[in-house]
């Protein structure tokens, strides 16, 4: 049987002491990574600009992965959590430049708020390590 590795990144801590959940959990090869905003940590807000909030939670998603030894191109599943979906477009945009083919499978579903104030997206993904 596969062990558990919870997976923190530097400057993540705060997640698993404040909010008590880990930014993933690595077992076996598969590795579950928690949402991830597009912030830049406690005390910051989230940029007013769609496109720059994606980015930085695409960049959030790095950090993860990276943390766990893994790469964008590792990952098999995206789940995305869109307030409202008028910034589909803009989103499907910054995502191409950190998914390249063969895409993982995605689901985008639309949500009346996030856990963040200003928040427009949350981005889930499933990799194999």
């Known amino acids: ?14 997640y698993y002491e404040q909010f008590h959940f880990a930014p993933a959990v690595r077992v076996g090869k ?3 990574c928690s949402g991830q905003l597009g912030w830049a940590g406690p005390g910051k807000t989230v940029p007013a600009d769609p496109k ?3 980015k930085l939670a695409f960049e959030n998603v790095g950090l993860v992965l990276a943390a766990a030894g893994a790469a964008f191109d590792d990952i098999v599943e995206i789940t995305t959590f869109h307030v409202g979906m008028q910034h589909l477009a803009v989103f499907s945009a910054v995502k191409a430049d950190f998914i390249k083919q063969p895409y993982p499978a995605w689901t985008a579903i639309g949500v009346s708020e ?8 949350e981005i889930r993904i499933t990799a194999r390590v």
């Open 52 to 54: 720059e909030q994606f």
């Open 1 to 14: 049987m596969s062990k558990r590795r919870t997976i923190i990144p530097k400057g993540m801590e705060f």
């Open 30 to 32: 598969m590795l579950y």
């Open 114 to 121: 996030l856990a963040i104030p200003g928040a427009l997206v």
